[in-house]
């Protein structure tokens, strides 16, 4: 199967520096692709519309992947809502548009599984975008993403442009965030479980009843992702322009937290406090589109987990993980 991108490309990856980003430039890498552009916040402020049209036409990329975003919790986005669409929809159009009349041949812009309907039918397809309400806690941020993955498909319909969108599920693995607070439920857990095995804690309390059902990909799959639907997939007139991006199997946050716990070694016993929320019961994206193309998630849970904890300790030890 010919590639859609070469090596002699230049390729821009915005938000290099961010989990998805920089997971997306290691696979780049690894797959022969070496002349990768990249910037700086202080190189090249994205929210700069005059800024990133003198980039590009300086820097004259041919391939871009959009993976920079304003990215938080849910009280980061309940509390900055304006800022959360603005600077989304900002960074989304600037660099789209630019990339476009810049005569860039392909262009790969990241979404989120939080663009689909709060109760869409499970596992959701790509046909349930727009088809109910968001997520209360963080529809400005997909509000923002669908404008992007609407932007390229418009552009792709009206001028033949040559964008496509993937809309990945829950991510984890190197450079997650382990916030206390306002870290996702994964890196949350690692965090807890890994402080518990170091105190010896007789116990650890987990939020609701562990029954919610959820999915993970560990980010370096995701990255490999990215380059197989840059290589490999254009859709043809009147088909779908986004793809889910999963690994097509999901697992209670009970199943999860004790998964989490053999991998940092804890033994001691795990209480539920179903006075907490549990959220919504399942969330698992419908991946049969992309694997009929040909690509399947290879980094197993268990795997992911092992590597993603060795590496939380490594940096841990030597104070570089965020937090």
């Given at each position: 199967?010919n590639?859609?991108?070469?090596?002699?490309d230049?390729?821009?990856v915005?938000g290099?520096?961010?989990?998805?980003?920089s997971?997306?430039?290691?696979a780049?890498e690894?797959?022969?692709?070496?002349?990768?552009?990249?910037?700086?916040r202080?190189?090249?402020?994205?929210?700069?519309?005059?800024?990133?049209?003198?980039w590009?036409?300086?820097?004259?990329?041919?391939?871009?992947?959009l993976?920079?975003?304003?990215?938080?919790?849910?009280?980061?986005?309940?509390?900055?809502?304006a800022?959360?669409l603005?600077?989304?929809?900002?960074?989304q159009?600037?660099?789209?548009e630019t990339a476009?009349?810049?005569?860039v041949?392909?262009?790969?812009f990241?979404?989120?599984?939080?663009?689909?309907p709060?109760?869409?039918e499970?596992?959701i397809?790509?046909?349930?975008?727009?088809?109910?309400a968001?997520?209360?806690?963080?529809e400005?941020?997909?509000?923002?993403?669908?404008?992007?993955i609407k932007?390229?498909?418009?552009?792709?319909?009206?001028?033949g442009?040559?964008?496509?969108?993937?809309?990945?599920?829950n991510?984890?693995?190197?450079g997650?965030?382990?916030?206390?607070?306002?870290?996702?439920?994964?890196p949350?857990?690692?965090?807890r479980?890994?402080?518990a095995?170091?105190?010896?804690?007789?116990?650890?309390?987990?939020?609701?009843?562990?029954s919610?059902?959820r999915?993970?990909?560990?980010?370096?799959?995701?990255g490999?992702?990215?380059?197989?639907?840059l290589?490999?997939?254009?859709?043809?007139?009147g088909e779908?322009t986004?793809?889910?991006?999963?690994?097509?199997?999901?697992l209670?946050i009970?199943e999860?937290a004790?998964a989490?716990a053999?991998?940092?070694?804890y033994?001691?016993?795990?209480?539920?406090?179903?006075?907490k929320p549990?959220?919504?019961?399942?969330?698992q994206?419908?991946v049969?589109r992309l694997?009929?193309l040909?690509?399947?998630?290879?980094i197993?849970l268990?795997e992911?987990?092992?590597?993603?904890?060795?590496?939380?300790?490594?940096?841990?030890?030597?104070l570089?993980?965020r937090l």
């Amino acid at each position: 199967m010919n590639s859609l991108i070469t090596p002699a490309d230049r390729i821009f990856v915005a938000g290099h520096r961010g989990m998805a980003g920089s997971a997306i430039c290691r696979a780049l890498e690894r797959a022969g692709f070496h002349q990768l552009l990249t910037a700086s916040r202080s190189e090249l402020d994205l929210l700069d519309g005059p800024a990133v049209e003198a980039w590009f036409a300086k820097h004259q990329p041919t391939v871009v992947v959009l993976a920079a975003a304003k990215v938080g919790g849910i009280q980061a986005n309940s509390s900055s809502p304006a800022d959360f669409l603005l600077e989304n929809l900002k960074i989304q159009t600037q660099v789209i548009e630019t990339a476009w009349r810049s005569g860039v041949r392909r262009l790969l812009f990241l979404g989120s599984s939080c663009i689909y309907p709060k109760f869409a039918e499970q596992p959701i397809r790509e046909e349930a975008l727009l088809t109910g309400a968001l997520e209360p806690t963080n529809e400005w941020y997909a509000i923002a993403k669908i404008a992007g993955i609407k932007l390229c498909e418009a552009l792709r319909l009206q001028h033949g442009f040559d964008a496509i969108s993937l809309m990945p599920t829950n991510l984890y693995g190197p450079g997650d965030n382990y916030h206390p607070t306002n870290s996702h439920v994964l890196p949350a857990l690692i965090r807890r479980f890994h402080e518990a095995a170091e105190a010896n804690a007789p116990s650890v309390t987990c939020w609701g009843t562990g029954s919610p059902l959820r999915e993970f990909l560990h980010v370096d799959d995701l990255g490999e992702a990215c380059v197989f639907a840059l290589e490999h997939w254009s859709p043809a007139l009147g088909e779908l322009t986004y793809l889910n991006v999963g690994t097509g199997k999901d697992l209670s946050i009970r199943e999860l937290a004790e998964a989490v716990a053999t991998a940092t070694g804890y033994q001691g016993a795990i209480h539920w406090d179903s006075s907490k929320p549990d959220g919504t019961p399942k969330k698992q994206l419908d991946v049969t589109r992309l694997a009929a193309l040909g690509w399947r998630a290879r980094i197993s849970l268990a795997e992911g987990l092992a590597s993603t904890v060795a590496l939380f300790r490594e940096e841990h030890a030597q104070l570089l993980v965020r937090l």
